[in-house]
């Protein structure tokens, strides 16, 4: 034991991108790790090496200590490593692994925990038979969001901005990935965005920064929309209405409720720690992607 209480908290962070993110290496060391160690412009074939010569210099008690963090901005190829990193573990030498590209993983489930326990609260329903569409959503948070919703019975379909091609082609690849049922939608114009709005339960803006997408006009006496949700902080925000902080506010001249960018930002900084320190606390390893950081946020807003 005395032997272990010196060790320090080691978290090797693997990225395929140029840099690791200032961000996620603040909220490891606020969690609690003692040094970060990147591994900078990673490809795939590359990951168990990484892995396995972490996990064997510091003894079965070590590991404890030890953990990896995947990021990049791809949620495929973060989940590729996530699962390669796992295979490399040679028992009892098992570190934690948690992957959360772009924060894409921590905010979508931030998010849909907030989406969930709105539904619960307000209209006595959860994620299941509920209608979600998601404008952005071909970027990592869009993509992880559909996925969580899915998941748990939503009916989920990602709105086209440009061409229906593009939001088929994820669709498909997430549906084989995780055994949903994913659909897709064309909003490539604002009558077409008005269409959506006025038969959808729940919107999603998970649109790159800085760009109006849905407007006041076309959510104005929806007989459905119940829950608005806008990821993106830079002016214009992504759905007219909904401020950065608003956190189940009432949009004017709808029935819906709206969550703004730094309530759900909030959460995700919430989440992000919880899951930092579940590696840190436990004499044993987890391994932990987007659908287990959305249990996590569940549970931390009970
Ligand atoms: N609140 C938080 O805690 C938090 C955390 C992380 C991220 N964010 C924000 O969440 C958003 C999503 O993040 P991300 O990394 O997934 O974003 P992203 O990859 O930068 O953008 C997502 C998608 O938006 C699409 N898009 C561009 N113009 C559009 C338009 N006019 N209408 C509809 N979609 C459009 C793009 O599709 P095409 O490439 O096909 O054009 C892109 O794939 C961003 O605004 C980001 O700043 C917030």
Redesign the pocket.
Known sequence: MGENMERPYVLHVITPDRNVSPFDANMAYDAGYNAIVPYTNVVLEEVKTLVQDAIFSRGPRGVWRTGVFISG?DIDLAMEMLAIAKKSMIPPFEVSVFADP???F??SA??MAMVEAQLKKAHGQDLNGCKVSI?????????CTAVIAAKHGAEVEL?A??SVD?VKAKAESYNKHYGTKIGYVD?SSENLKKAILQKTDVAL???????R?IELAQMKDSPTLKIVVD????PPT?AEGVGPMANAEPIAGTNAVGFG??A??NN??QIQNLLLKKMLEGQTHVYLDFLSAFEVARKHLD
């Open positions: 901005r772009s924060g894409a921590t905010t931030a998010m404008f952005g959503a071909t970027g990592p948070v869009g993509g709105v901005h440009r593009d909003g803006c998970t649109a790159t920064a800085g760009i997408v990821t993106n902080a830079v992504g960018a730094l759900i930002g995700k900084y």
